[in-house]
């Protein structure tokens, strides 16, 4: 084990701006990182970009961070969310439809391409493991730490490393893999696969542009930074940055104008490649959605999907609702209800508005798609219920199956009464069956991240007796 820990390090770089402390952080950590960002954004020039965003954001939050309790999982999740926003920010600048991504939509051949099954899940399941279960598999797999290393760090018995250690391997592989590898199989996968090559020149790139990063936040001023070894991108951001706000010819005195040109050249090919790494991944987002019995999607991923549906949702509901109102049923029959939603007019309207996402929920159990309510869904439990994760599943699957049901039934709602509670939210609604009866429901949604998301409620009303409702039981009607 190192004799100097993270947050000495940290702590050190804080108090006086010790380079060498921050140095030894990023060679410590720059495999974990750029393995991390290269298995999500493929590329390995893009994965670079990602590697240097996170430890420029180490560098600024470093006091914040002294205390924290294990950067290596802090660094995996800033590291992923890094890769994700630039995937996502390259994906918005496609104007056009592109072809289905089929090299995502091959079946895998088998046991020799086991890590190609993998590496594409493994970080977003890792990243919706609870935080004790991640720890002890980044500190085993990625930082390549002994049980007794990992005993003192988590002041736990190696004999509790290992079973905490079995316990959240189970839990990994289930839910990147299911049961199609078995447990010593997948923990040989993780052993081989999960830290990259990181490129020779990375490091000294990534600490220089940290640094200078860390030195700007704290008043430094520009004239006093060498030029960094960057990427080729960001040498022409800064250099145009440079150019428009000090005057510095020098370092253009050594570049011909042969060179320029070369340079301008390399540039295009790269942004050429990025736009085709961008429809390649616009169009793998459009086919996980599509088919969603292949694999399970994160929270975030799901979100921005639904973010980037919303729009053709809400198209799709106005020419509903115009050729509804130019019908001559619809003009000589009776007035709805006020704020009368039919069903015929639900789309994916996204998450940012409670009202939003009870007709998104509502939609997704029309359209019969229970990998969306899934994700949709938040469970408040009752303590008393002993824990299962086996049961707990198929328990939660056949709750699912008949949220999808219940939604497949109804012809439309309409909201009756709204609850603020911070950041909760109480919606009284009414709905109308297939068979033209009405039912008065209370739901709750509770927000995360700007996003609202429908509550099921689980309970036990007896040995045995285990219920599950949206509905708020009298249990939890004073629950917070």
Do not use: C
């Not at 590329?43 to 970009?49: G, S, Y």
């Not at 091959?106 to 970080?123: C, F, I, K, M, S």
């Not at 990181?198 to 600490?207: D, G, I, N, Y």
């Not at 939603?341 to 309207?349: D, E, K, S």
């Amino acid at each position: 084990m190192d004799e100097t820990n993270d947050s000495e390090l940290l702590r050190r770089y804080s108090a006086g701006s010790d380079e060498a402390a921050f140095a030894e952080l990023v060679n410590r950590h720059l495999a974990l990182v750029y393995s991390v960002a290269l298995r999500v954004v493929v590329d390995p020039h893009l994965a670079e970009d990602a590697t240097q965003s996170t430890f420029g954001v180490l560098a600024s939050e470093a006091r914040r961070l002294i205390s924290h309790p294990l950067l290596t999982s802090w660094l995996h999740r800033t590291a992923y969310n890094h890769a994700a926003k630039l995937v996502r920010t390259e994906m918005r600048r496609r104007a056009r439809e592109q072809e289905a991504f089929k090299m995502q939509t091959t079946e895998y051949p088998g046991v020799d391409n086991d890590w190609e099954q993998v590496a594409p899940r493994l970080d977003s399941a890792l990243d919706r493991l609870n935080e004790n279960d991640r720890k002890i598999i980044l500190l085993r797999f990625f930082e390549r730490k002994k049980a007794h290393e990992i005993s003192a760090l988590l002041e736990l018995t190696e004999a509790a490393v290992y079973k905490r250690l079995s316990r959240a391997l189970t839990r990994l592989r289930r839910m990147v893999a299911g049961e199609k590898i078995s447990l010593d199989t997948f923990a040989s996968i993780l052993e081989a696969g999960t830290v990259a090559t990181v490129p020779a020149s990375l490091s000294t790139s990534v600490t220089a542009a940290a640094l200078a990063g860390g030195f700007a936040a704290k008043g430094v001023g520009l004239a006093t930074l060498n030029i960094l070894v960057m990427s080729k991108l960001k040498i022409a951001a800064v250099s145009a940055i440079l150019l428009a706000g000090i005057a510095t010819p020098i370092l253009w005195q050594h570049q011909s104008l042969a060179h320029l040109r070369a340079e301008n050249l390399r540039l295009g090919d790269k942004i050429q490649q990025m736009e085709r790494l961008s429809a390649e991944a616009d169009a793998l987002s459009r086919e996980l959605a599509i088919r969603r019995e292949q694999e399970s999607l994160s929270k975030a991923q799901l979100t921005e999907l639904l973010r980037l549906r919303s729009e053709v949702g809400l198209l799709r509901k106005d020419n509903q609702e115009l050729a509804r109102l130019r019908s001559p049923s619809a003009r000589g029959s009776a007035s709805p209800e006020p704020n009368y939603l039919p069903a015929t007019a639900w789309a994916n309207v996204g998450l940012d508005k409670p009202e939003a996402a009870i007709q998104t929920f509502f939609w997704a159990g029309k359209q019969g798609d229970t990998n969306v309510l899934s994700n949709l869904l938040r469970w408040q439990r009752d303590p008393a219920i002993p824990v299962s994760d086996k049961l707990d599943e198929k328990f939660a699957a056949s709750m699912i199956s008949g949220s999808a049901h219940f939604a497949k039934e109804l012809e439309g709602f309409r909201i009756t009464t709204v609850n603020n509670e911070g950041n909760e939210i109480r919606l009284g609604l009414e709905v109308t069956n297939d068979m033209g009866n009405t039912e008065s429901h209370l739901l709750r949604l509770v927000q995360e991240e700007q996003q609202w998301f429908p509550v099921m409620h689980v309970w036990q009303e007896g040995p045995g007796s285990i219920h599950a409702s949206l509905d708020i039981p009298p249990k939890f009607k004073s629950a917070n």
